[in-house]
């Protein structure tokens, strides 16, 4: 048997007083294979503007990261006048392993969203497109049709099915044929909401490729997912990929980009099959930041750190079981690498409970 040599990746965090702590057991299973790394936590929502960060090959390309969900257009008439996902797609062209997801509602004004009519919206959104193809570049991700649309679809807009999910769902397949799309960007998972959305695209001929929602806290990742399983099989749904675009422990998070609250995140992420989640973008006042993994002054912080460690990872990661997977606290996510005639590395990034 070869000799293996665990790496601690991040040594045990503690934010704040835990009392009454008592010892708890987190395993490694090397003989079980998760799936190989796929680096699927590592993306950010708006993480990426115009100009910000400055220098991609050192702030962006050392965390191999993934999916960065951006705005359609970058100007002073829409929801996010920063980070056009055009501009950010060409200033990630030299990053392998970045692909962009457009989220189609930012183009327009206003929160709740603006809606200008159906044939407007189509408008804007064929022109898009147009405009995405002549970039001639691959390094997308999908179309993200909406957003939260149980708090930004008005009444008076009409209804959601027929007057917006359909009819884009539909240009983007006549225009762009090879795009996935992605829906319907819940702000948190409702089984209700996601049954109504699946069967509606059922019956309609209109399903996507990922099924996303918005996830406040790591604890509620397993009950959702599984529940999620649950109903595609009730309804006769081929699996879907899951796709989180925006991530935090809780909405307006003080906490967003430090270590010991990612850590659970990107293990349960791992740990359930999610094929790609962003970390969320509560300090608005600094797009560009990574998901504040860059300091306000954009230097590195301890959270871009973490997520370097998490992309250097290659290989299998494999079973890790925290001792309650239902929740925020003590987690970890780790990965069995063999490279050439050298010894084999567990990699082990450990993040001890935040909350009493």
């Avoid at 392998?96 to 408008?123: E, F, M, T």
């Avoid at 983007?172 to 695209?201: V, W």
């Amino acid at each position: 048997m070869k000799k293996h040599t665990l790496k601690y990746l991040l040594p045990s965090l503690l934010f704040g007083t835990i009392s009454g702590f008592s010892q708890q057991t987190l395993k490694v299973n090397l003989s079980t294979t998760i799936r190989p790394v796929t680096h699927c936590a590592s993306g950010s929502l708006y993480g990426i503007t115009e100009t910000i960060p400055a220098d991609i090959a050192t702030m962006v390309a050392p965390l191999n990261p993934y999916m960065f969900c951006q705005p359609p257009r970058g100007n002073n008439g829409n929801q996010h006048p920063f980070g056009s996902a055009l501009a950010v797609s060409g200033r990630l062209a030299s990053v392998k392993s970045a692909v962009v997801q457009i989220a189609l509602p930012d183009i327009l004004s206003g929160w709740p969203y603006n809606w200008p009519g159906k044939d407007n919206w189509l408008a804007l959104v064929k022109a898009f497109i147009t405009d995405k193809l002549a970039t001639g570049r691959d390094n997308y991700h999908s179309y993200s049709i909406w957003n939260e649309k149980d708090g930004t679809w008005k009444s008076t807009n009409g209804d959601f099915y027929t007057q917006c999910w359909k009819p884009t769902y539909d240009l983007i397949r006549s225009m762009d044929p090879k795009a996935k799309i992605c829906g319907p960007g819940d702000a948190y998972y409702n089984s209700t909401r996601i049954s109504e959305f699946l069967t509606f695209c059922k019956n309609n001929n209109c399903m996507p490729e990922y099924l996303s929602w918005h996830q406040w806290g790591s604890g509620g990742i397993p009950g959702a997912v599984s529940n999620y399983r649950q109903l595609e099989k009730s309804l006769g749904i081929s699996p879907l990929q899951l796709c989180i675009n925006e991530y935090s422990s809780k909405t307006s998070d003080p906490n967003e980009g430090c270590p010991g609250y990612a850590v659970p995140f990107i293990a349960k992420f791992e740990r359930h099959g999610v094929e790609s989640a962003c970390i969320s973008w509560w300090f608005t006042a600094y797009p560009g930041r990574l998901g504040s993994l860059l300091t306000s002054g954009n230097q590195k912080g301890g959270g871009w750190h973490l997520y370097k460690w998490y992309g250097d990872m290659t290989g299998n990661m494999v079973q890790v079981t925290p001792p309650n997977d239902n929740s925020d606290g003590l987690d970890g996510f780790a990965v069995w690498t063999i490279p050439t005639n050298t010894p084999a590395y567990v990699w082990v990034a450990i993040s001890r409970g935040m909350h009493r």
